[in-house]
T-cell receptor
Framework: ETGVTQTPRHLVMGMTNKKSLKCEQH?????MYWYKQSAKKPLELMFV???????ENNSVPSRFSPECPNSSHLFLHLHTLQPEDSALYLC??????????????FGPGTRLTVT | AQSVTQLGSHVSVSEGALVLLRCNYS??????LFWYVQYPNQGLQLLLK??????LVKGINGFEAEFKKSETSFHLTKPSAHMSDAAEYFC????????????FGTGTQLKVEL
């Protein structure tokens, strides 16, 4: 039990669909992250939320839209995706205080396949 | 900007043998270093972290890593491999004031053979 849950675990969607990924953390953290993990590529940081404010957006295409309604929940809204967006999407959480690098705790990921 | 390099995308050891996974970092300021493990179809799990205290860091599952500033290295070791250690291992670096941004290496897949 990592304390970070993600749903769904698997998702297959067409390029014209709209879907959302959900992440919930039960660790009392105040920062949350979305990462993309593709085969043979390093983990790519997509978005960072600290105290429910987006503090990082790593040039992610607008077809990915994050939402952080509170410190425990993080969503990634998906629309008009491309096949190259197929990947494992990982959510993580951590404490954030004055920019100090506390360890991040990861969820199990959502395996996304775009057809 | 900081970065890490993991030498060897695949490492194979025999059960009971020493495990050595290599990580070299680049950072203009003192780094914070992490090792994570990922089992199939799972997220990343923290093995250990270095945060400028003791240079030899002990983690879970019998793993440890030594911070060597002169070599800019943070290699992961385990004296005796077990079949359950087969997984992918990631080294990551961050810095104080970096806003919790972790930069990951490309990972090393560890295979343990009988």
């Amino acid at each position: 039990e990592t304390g970070v849950t993600q749903t769904p675990r698997h998702l297959v969607m067409g390029m014209t669909n709209k879907k959302s990924l959900k992440c919930e953390q039960h660790l009392g953290h105040n920062a949350m992250y979305w990462y993309k993990q593709s085969a043979k590529k390093p983990l790519e940081l997509m978005f960072v939320y600290s105290l429910e404010e987006r503090v990082e957006n790593n040039s992610v295409p607008s077809r990915f839209s994050p939402e952080c309604p509170n410190s425990s929940h993080l969503f990634l809204h998906l629309h008009t995706l491309q096949p190259e967006d197929s990947a494992l999407y990982l959510c993580a959480s951590s404490q954030e205080f004055l920019g100090e690098p506390y360890e991040q705790y990861f969820g199990p990921g959502t395996r996304l396949t775009v057809t | 900007a900081q970065s890490v390099t993991q030498l060897g995308s695949h490492v194979s050891v025999s059960e009971g043998a020493l495990v050595l996974l290599r990580c070299n970092y680049s950072s203009s300021v003192p780094p914070y270093l992490f090792w994570y493990v990922q089992y199939p179809n799972q997220g990343l799990q923290l093995l250990l972290k270095y945060t400028s205290a003791a240079t030899l860091v002990k983690g879970i599952n019998g793993f440890e890593a030594e911070f060597k500033k002169s070599e800019t290295s943070f290699h992961l070791t385990k004296p005796s491999a077990h079949m359950s250690d087969a997984a992918e291992y990631f080294c990551a670096v961050s810095v104080s004031g970096g806003g919790n941004k972790l930069t990951f290496g490309t990972g090393t897949q560890l295979k343990v053979e009988l």
